[in-house]
């Protein structure tokens, strides 16, 4: 490697993607096709960035394999600031393990993070926490070890672990602090707003209030049955009975939180649950079976009981949690709130649906003003600026399994 590329180099591990393009803009070579790319990532010019990158691997060739896995990683890392998470893993995992084998460490490991962090974005978040535990952050430079924290911190913010989260991001304002990157610094920063931000609504008897993560993990931790319309499911007594995929008994469970410790009728609750008018006595039956699964699944949780006029739901204490805004596309806002440009094909990935579902939404939500596209056919992407006021940390999906 000739003295030019060695100070590009440097430039751009210091954060000074400019200083690295005064070196080497006007080389075509493999290595400097490399670095450019890599500076125009840092710079925020993506698209250009995947050009370089690619006729560098392009360049490299066979012949060079591990320049080419380092290149290969480089375009990971920008597809995932692209958010394009259909970018293919096996590729990213084939050049991790070369630079293994190779003994490049460091780079290796800047793979294995991307591979979390992608994880982190679609929910899995049982994978990413494996992924990372196998990771030893302390011989790293400081630069790799902030990006450890981070995705420790996400992975803790995702499980409502608040005071992980925050120690974890203690560690990473550190090695931040140590590296010397601002662009780094400004990362944590903002992960660490998360933490002073209301995160979701608490109703308890009617009456409201904000709450921040740390409020959410301690009202987990209580003795209070938590109907959590953020999860969809019910916590108590340190259990969670999932019903994402059973609405109709969730949407019964929340009716009765809602009125607790009064009843609901039988009418309001045919009508809100199965939108239906009471009229014959099928609804009534149908309302007793559903009524029946429910009790059957929050055992031994809590029991709902038959009034005159309806059901109502028995525990010492029970809390509503819902959403900070409710809207019936929170989970593809909150996904947007990034500030990150989207394609709906990545949208689709990270919430576990179809693309045309998505596309559908999104056009929704553009003709309300509440995103804006760019960019034609494949290259469209959707963003919309973090919403004021409250974070969307608890609107993110998780796989049904994650809590």
Excluded at 22 to 41: F, H, K, S, T, Y
Excluded at 315 to 324: D, F, G, Q, S, W
């Amino acid at each position: 490697m000739d003295s030019l590329i060695t100070a590009a180099s440097r430039a751009l591990a210091a954060g000074d993607p400019l200083a690295a393009l005064n070196i080497v803009a006007l080389r075509e070579d493999p290595p400097a096709l490399a670095l450019r790319g890599i500076a125009m990532a840092q710079l925020g010019d993506l698209p250009r960035a995947k050009a370089l990158l690619q006729r560098a691997v392009k360049a490299f060739g066979r012949n060079e394999p591990l320049s080419r896995a380092r290149c290969l990683v480089a375009e990971a890392e920008v597809a995932l600031a692209a958010r394009d998470l259909g970018w293919p893993v096996k590729v990213l995992e084939a050049a991790r393990r070369l630079l293994e084998d190779h003994g490049d460490r460091l780079n290796a490991a800047h793979a294995r993070y991307l591979q979390i962090r992608r994880l982190l974005l679609i929910g899995e978040l049982d994978d990413a926490e494996r992924l990372l535990a196998e990771q030893d952050p302390a011989p790293l430079p400081p630069a790799l070890r902030a990006a450890h924290a981070l995705v420790a911190a996400g992975i803790a913010l995702r499980r409502v672990q608040a005071h992980r989260a925050q120690a974890a991001l203690v560690r990473a304002q550190h090695a931040a602090r140590e590296a010397g990157i601002e662009a780094l610094s400004v990362e944590v920063e903002h992960a660490a707003q998360i933490l002073e931000a209301p995160v979701a609504r608490l109703i308890i008897s009617g009456k409201e209030q904000p709450l921040k993560l740390a409020e959410v993990e301690t009202l987990f931790a209580s003795k209070a049955l938590v109907i959590d319309a953020c999860r969809y499911s019910v916590r108590g007594a340190g259990m969670t009975v999932a019903l994402a995929t059973r609405p109709v008994l969730f949407h019964l469970a929340r009716l009765l939180a809602e009125a607790w410790p009064g009843d609901v009728s039988r009418e309001a609750l045919i009508a809100k649950a199965f939108r239906l008018q009471l009229s014959d006595e099928s609804h009534r039956a149908r309302l007793r079976v559903e009524i029946g699964r429910l009790r059957s699944a929050l055992q031994p949780l809590a029991n709902i009981r038959a009034t005159p006029r309806g059901f109502t739901l028995v525990a010492e204490e029970v809390a509503l949690l819902t959403l900070p805004v409710e809207d019936k596309h929170a989970a593809l806002l909150a996904l947007l709130a990034d500030g990150e440009a989207w394609s709906s094909s990545a949208l689709a990935l990270a919430l576990g649906s179809s693309q045309r579902q998505v596309q559908r939404a999104l056009e929704t939500l553009a003709s309300e003003n509440k995103i804006q596209s760019f960019g034609l056919g494949r290259s469209r992407r959707w963003m919309t600026p973090p919403v004021p006021g409250f974070a969307t940390i608890l609107l993110l999906p998780v796989s049904l399994g994650n809590g």
